[in-house]
């Protein structure tokens, strides 16, 4: 029931991953791989738009939903593992790893964490996630995530990190150079 609240909510904000065509060409644009292109012809993912990032999901009950404007990315692939890197203007970040090359329109799984930017639903605070899926679209990627954990304060060990319920789906777009 969790899962499907989450995906009505996902679906009614726009935020949802690649493949899905909604069918509304609203505002000038036109669907595109689950994105729009604006007047312009640029791609956009999924609520989100250039150099901006959007976050939503629950976590523990407590909806969460955070939208903002990128510091910066890193895209590595290639590497052991391929990453993204996302510092969010004003505090928080997104870190995504993967195994293999992703191309444009692929998925992937991933693993990473997120750190929540400040003033909202667990602000400040670093999700881990265990597993998650990305869609590669162009300069932006869309994305869900899951298994989620906060680390917890070690005295002695072993230290397992604090299993935290919930789901985040969101999506980071940059300008390429």
Not at 11 to 39: F, K, M, N, P, Q
Request: one cysteine or more; charged letters at 15%; a negative charge.
């Amino acid at each position: 029931m969790r899962f499907a609240s989450l995906l009505i909510a996902l679906l009614g904000t726009g935020c949802y991953g690649a493949g899905v065509d909604d069918g509304d060409e609203g505002s000038g644009g036109s669907t595109s791989r689950g994105g729009t292109t604006g007047s312009g012809g640029s791609f956009h993912a999924p609520g989100c738009g250039e150099e901006r990032f959007s976050l939503l999901g629950t976590v523990n009950g407590q909806a969460l939903e955070y939208s903002g404007d990128l510091n910066g990315h890193a895209w590595i692939q290639g590497g052991d593992p391929s990453t993204l890197d996302t510092p969010f203007a004003g505090g928080g970040s997104f870190h995504a790893e993967w195994p293999d090359v992703v191309a444009d329109g692929q998925i992937t799984t991933i693993i990473g964490w997120v750190a929540l930017p400040p003033g909202g639903t667990r602000a400040g605070e670093t999700l881990n996630f265990a597993s998650g899926t990305m869609t590669k679209l162009d300069a932006a990627v869309t994305f869900e995530l899951g298994s989620l954990s906060v680390d917890v304060v070690c005295v002695s060990e072993p230290c397992p990190d604090e299993v935290v319920e919930g789901a985040i789906a969101g999506c980071v777009e940059w300008t390429d150079l």
